[in-house]
């Protein structure tokens, strides 16, 4: 199976390919999308969306794992990344990749065991999950690595999760 990973944002986009097969990750490709902070809203919304599209065409992957909202002080950034995150899903269902949502606690636990896990903590276990050399750079990349290797664990790729 092969898994996109998202941790959606406006600014800075995380996403990661990781196949998953018999209990063994494979990581394909991770990074991050950014966008300009003098692009107007829309624009930015757009080239996130062109360039979720290509990452799909390109790696077609199976499933899109990606990272519910938690509720930010800041109610004007957390409307935008709403928006992001809707672009996000939007350019996995114009292209038939099912989309599975996880909260922050899902993902800790996923990867770590315990749900108030640090950041830190799911870090290093995402190196190690992953066989990674270094810790994945930047956070939001390391946060994509993150929710596959929670969607690979929950084995619950019902309709409880879908999208």
Do not use: W
């Not at 930010?72 to 899903?89: E, F, L, S, Y």
């Amino acid at each position: 199976m092969r898994i996109l990973g998202v941790d959606p944002g406006y600014a800075i986009s995380g996403y990661a390919v990781v196949d998953y097969e018999g209990n063994k990750f494979k990581v394909i490709k991770y990074g991050v999308i950014r966008t300009p902070s003098k692009m107007i809203m829309q624009d930015r919304l757009n080239k996130i969306f062109e360039k979720y599209t290509l990452l799909i065409e390109k790696y077609k992957p199976d499933h899109m794992a990606i990272e519910e909202l938690f509720f930010n002080k800041n109610v004007k950034t957390a409307i935008a990344v709403g928006q992001a995150r809707g672009v996000h899903i939007v350019a996995a269902v114009q292209n038939k990749v099912p989309v599975y949502e996880y909260t922050p606690l899902q993902v800790k636990q996923g990867v770590v065991g315990y749900g108030r896990a640090e950041k830190n903590q799911v870090q290093e276990m995402v190196k190690m999950l992953l066989n990674l050399k270094t810790i994945p750079k930047p956070d939001d990349a390391a946060d994509a690595l993150a929710i596959t290797i929670c969607h690979a664990h929950s084995n619950r790729f019902s309709e409880e999760y879908k999208l």
